[in-house]
């Protein structure tokens, strides 16, 4: 094998795990963490997350459409260092949530309409994803020498990244150690998010172990599958893609009501590497139609073509070429690797059940990590390592199908404003908070302009304290 082989096959090896760990705080893949939110996952490599907001793209026209996808397929060229996207569906605090959107009763003569509309919001709650919300990071590592200059990479590497979600129309905002730990907390110790309390300072002075303020009671790994003194876990990966993926596919599998984590792992590779192994690849292939060529010339066989198989072959390394050298793909290994959580085994076989029918719908293999559970773990979980080698070679436009993207929601202290027909989640918004709060109502005659509109009005005046404003109101409606 030459030296360009080895150096490709290099770029997907995996991290090396914990053998035999002894306490559950060696699981946790990293060993010391800054007050930025750098994590050391090993010696010299040092890992950050950075939060991002999702955009309208199922939404938005074609064009529109194309737009998006081919400034993803930009900010994915920009990225040189290995990565990893991740969406969690994590735990969402109903009883907080309840408490933003539903109207609270004032002893007066309409607290039966507040209980009229908070029945209607419950309705609607339950017609979402209940209990459940949707958070996307981007976690980048980097081998550095020290933390120094892994955090003069990273501040160089944030100004770019920035600009180019802005262009996407999305924004993104580094963590910090307080907020990553909030993440790894809310997943060991999920139902328990209310009491995650940490302060770096008093960690640092008291000389204590991160890992030990976000640990859990005990894990336990199975072959197939390993459980928490929560929750029982699976650990999946797609086996096998097909030869298309709709741009869908990622929101089709983590839109399902239930608790889980999706990771998207990406390594580049090097554009000088890509063409040394393109090239090589190449070459092989002309040398075996050459032989083929000798053979059947050997036998008289002088006027028969090259085998279909070759054909075929030939012509796709020569269109990945093309595309390399003329239309800006690069080449990259990427794996797709998920956790999905559930409170019995039952539940759990038929998550991972509907899972698999929903990857044969796409023509994809989705199979559990057979005896990797806990590296797999370490590798979904956006601490920055990669314990598990199950990739493929993609190029840039292959990666825009697994598109991480959905619907904005709109979800602040507000106004219930409806159900989003995408997500199936409320709509609450404050006009308030808008540099201009006037609005337009459109809509077919019969399509409920008047009753959006008489609505809103409504839930503003039943959750009013304006005294004047609530005796004008109870004037004009002939109450009290």
Known sequence: MSIFSDKFEQLKKADKPVKSPEYLQQVMGFTRISRDGIFEISKGRYSKTYRFLDINYVTAGSEEQVRILQQYCKTMNAIDVNFKITINNRNKNMQEFRENVLLKHKDDDFDWIRDAYNKITENRILEGKQGIEQERYLTVCVERKGYEQAKAYFATFEATLKQNFAELGSAIEPLNAKERLRILFNFYRMGDEENFHFNFRKCLKRGGDPRNDIAGGYMKFYPGYFETDRKKCRALFIKKFPASLPDTFINEITNLPVHSMTTIDIVPVPKDLTNRILQKKYLGIENDILKQQRVRNKNNDFSSDISYIKKVQKEKIEGVMDDVRENDQNLFY?????????????????????????????????????????????????????????????LTRDIAALLPFNVQELNEKGICYGINQVSHNLCIANRKNLANGNGMVFGIPGSGKSYFSKSEMLQVFLGTDDDIRATCCRTIFSVG
């Not at 029918?357 to 796409?362: A, D, K, P, Q, Y």
């Open 334 to 394: 990427v794996g797709v690797n998920m956790i999905v959580m559930a409170d019995t085994k039952e539940e759990l076989e038929s998550i991972t059940e509907t899972l698999r029918n929903m990857g044969n719908g796409r023509m994809c293999q989705i199979e559990p990590h057979y005896y990797q559970q806990m590296e797999a773990l370490n590798t979904v979980l956006p601490v920055g390592g990669r314990q598990v080698s199950t990739l493929r070679t993609m």
